[in-house]
């Protein structure tokens, strides 16, 4: 497929504020499927690419960054706070 006709992506720096559950990646796909279903999950492409240490990165389609930043904001327990939006992890990587 042609560079130009693949879907654009998005990546999102976030912050996890307070006590992360143990498995914290479980738990952000099992809030992500409430709150989009099945059908957004597919449709929107998220994916969590790393986390440690309470920071990490997701990656989803261009046309719906503004969602997923809504949805990782809408989370109470524990808070995420969104740092950074790119189109490359490697400038993501460089403000760590």
Not at 67 to 77: A, E, P, Q
Request: with cysteine; hydrophobic share 30%; proline share 3%.
């Amino acid at each position: 497929m042609k560079k130009s006709l693949q879907e654009r992506k998005r990546y999102i720096s976030f912050e996890v504020i307070g006590n992360p559950p143990d498995n914290f990646e479980k738990f952000i796909y099992e809030e992500f499927m409430k709150f989009f279903g099945e059908f957004g999950f597919s449709k929107i492409s998220f994916k969590l690419i790393e986390y440690n240490s309470g920071r990490g990165i997701v990656k989803c389609k261009r046309d719906y960054k503004d969602k997923v930043i809504g949805f990782l904001s809408i989370i109470n327990t524990p808070r995420i706070k969104t740092i950074k939006t790119s189109g490359t992890l490697k400038s993501l990587r460089k403000q760590r």
